[in-house]
């Protein structure tokens, strides 16, 4: 059993988003995976999971609460990789939740406003040592300017750490699939559903070893 963790100090970066578009496409290659969704106020993960299941989307996707990583620990052995989604803050929780992780994805906009905080706390987990080498930057929802996009590779390089071999573009097409219980990949846009697939190889890579 694998743990991949999406974890941030700042809220609407794509945290729900991005371990939604992991879960599904980890189900789509036959794994056994479980959302762990931390964020109890907002419970996007499992909001969504509800709503897959009413749109009959096929495969379904369990996604569970869960308070505290003890819970967590206790439910997990019958699946291959967990994703846990966790609340827009950085805290005790987020430590403990990276310390559990085979990799720990810091989903970021391209803005010094997004990559401050998101550096600032990739440092802060980087202190635990056999945290640092699992952490690894996503620039999501990203615009369409080259420059902007350079600019936040170099940040994320100049300050040391790992990022994700694929952007996780904005587009407005992404929300309304995760509106009817879909993700990443299931698009119906052709553009979309190849966006998608570029992010689900990269993050798949990681979360399970795992080629196409
Ligand atoms: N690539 C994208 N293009 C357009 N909208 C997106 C994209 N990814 C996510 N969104 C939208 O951005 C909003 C925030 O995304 P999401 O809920 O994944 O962020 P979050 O980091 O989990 O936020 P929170 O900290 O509040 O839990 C949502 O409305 C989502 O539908
Ligand atoms: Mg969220």
Avoid at 42 to 55: D, F, H, I, P, Y
Avoid at 76 to 81: G, M, R, T
Avoid at 184 to 194: D, F
Wanted: charged share 25%; hydrophobic share 40%.
């Amino acid at each position: 059993m694998r743990i991949a963790s999406f974890l941030g100090q700042k809220g609407g970066v794509g945290k729900s988003t991005l371990a939604r578009v992991l879960a599904v496409a980890a189900a789509h290659e036959g794994h056994r995976v479980l959302i762990g969704d931390f964020d109890l106020e907002q419970l996007t993960c499992v909001e969504w999971s509800a709503m897959r299941m009413r749109q009959g989307i096929e495969p379904d996707i369990d996604a569970q609460a869960f308070k505290s990583l003890k819970k967590l620990r206790k439910t997990v052995s019958d699946y291959d990789l967990v994703v846990v989604d966790t609340r827009g803050l950085a805290d005790e929780l987020t430590e403990d939740v990276s310390m559990e992780s085979d990799v720990v994805f810091l989903p970021s906009g391209t803005s010094m406003d997004d990559l401050r905080p998101t550096l600032a706390l990739a440092r802060r987990l980087a202190k635990t040592r056999s945290v640092s080498n699992k952490i690894v930057i996503v620039l999501s929802k990203t615009g369409r300017s080259e420059r902007l996009m350079q600019e936040a590779q170099d940040t994320i390089s100049d300050a040391g750490f790992d990022m994700l071999n694929a952007v996780w573009p904005e587009r407005d097409g992404f929300q309304a699939d995760l509106d009817v219980g879909r993700a990443g990949s299931e698009s119906s846009n052709p553009h979309l559903k190849q966006a998608a697939k570029d992010v689900e190889l990269a993050m798949m890579t990681l979360a399970l070893g795992w080629k196409s």
